[in-house]
Nanobody, 128 residues
Framework: EVQLVESGGGLVQAGESLRLSCEVS??????MGWFRQAPGKERERVSC????????FYAASVKGRFTISRDSAKNTVYLQMNALKPEDTAVYYC???????????????????????WGQGTQVTVSS
């Protein structure tokens, strides 16, 4: 059984940084992603990564501020969030889907409907 455990959320002021972590238990290769959901809004994609940082996707709202990375030895995916804004406030979820693809377009696979496994979520609150 695949389990995802997120950590690293918290309360920060605008302009500050946070790093989220998602540890994956279970064997196999996965495409990993970070998604977020604010109160009253649908879950939206933030960033996804396949095998390395050359295969990534970022939502336009976070591009240039957030960086996704993974440590395969630790089975962990990270989301470094810099220059945080109040509109980044949300519950952040880690998602995963088995990587069975020969070729994949990250923009298409980075969708919450495509993910098969989810973490419990971690709250990120950015005050103005």
């Amino acid at each position: 059984e695949v389990q995802l455990v997120e950590s690293g959320g918290g309360l920060v002021q605008a302009g500050e940084s946070l790093r989220l972590s998602c540890e994956v238990s279970g064997s196999g290769l996965y495409i990993m992603g970070w998604f977020r959901q604010a109160p009253g809004k649908e879950r939206e994609r933030v960033s996804c990564i396949r095998r390395n940082t050359e295969n990534t996707f970022y939502a336009a709202s976070v591009k240039g501020r957030f960086t996704i990375s993974r440590d395969s030895a630790k089975n962990t995916v990270y989301l470094q969030m810099n220059a945080l804004k109040p509109e980044d406030t949300a519950v952040y979820y880690c998602g995963a889907v088995r990587d069975t693809y020969a070729i994949v377009t990250m923009e298409f696979i980075c969708d919450h409907h495509a993910m098969d496994y989810w973490g419990q979520g971690t709250q990120v609150t950015v005050s103005s």
